[in-house]
């Protein structure tokens, strides 16, 4: 049974950093695509970064990329979220999400499984 569990979240400064973990079982790496989404109440859930199975490219949403990075240790299986530069713009749930393939890290309905999610706020 696949699971995944997030950790990581709280309240940052503007500007801060937070490191999100996404610890996963019940699936490897090299078979199961990786993507880290956001939602805050009263949106829909999007879609921030991804790691694909097999090599591992990550691909990032414009309004994160140079701010996000994304990374797997397959040794621990867990997937981290690091986040810098964080903006008022940010403060959201964060979600990761798993499937054995999805036509593009973005595409929220392809993923299989999801973790319960991670609070970040941001605020002075």
């Known amino acids: 049974q696949v699971q995944l569990v997030e950790s990581g979240g709280g309240l940052v400064q503007p500007g801060g950093s937070l490191r999100l973990s996404c610890a996963t079982s019940g699936c490897t790496f090299d078979y199961y695509a990786i993507g880290w989404f956001r939602q805050v109440p009263g949106k829909e859930r999007e879609g921030i970064t991804g790691?694909?199975?097999?090599?591992?490219?990550?691909y990032y949403a414009d309004y994160v990329k140079g701010r996000f990075t994304t990374a797997r240790d397959k040794a621990k299986n867990t997937v981290y979220l690091q986040m810098t530069s964080l903006q008022h713009e940010d403060p959201a749930v964060y979600y990761c999400a798993t499937a054995t393939w999805v036509s593009s890290c973005y595409s929220l309905n392809e993923y299989e499984y999801w973790g319960q999610g991670t609070q970040v706020t941001v605020s002075s």
């Open positions: 790691i694909s199975s097999g090599d591992g490219s990550t």
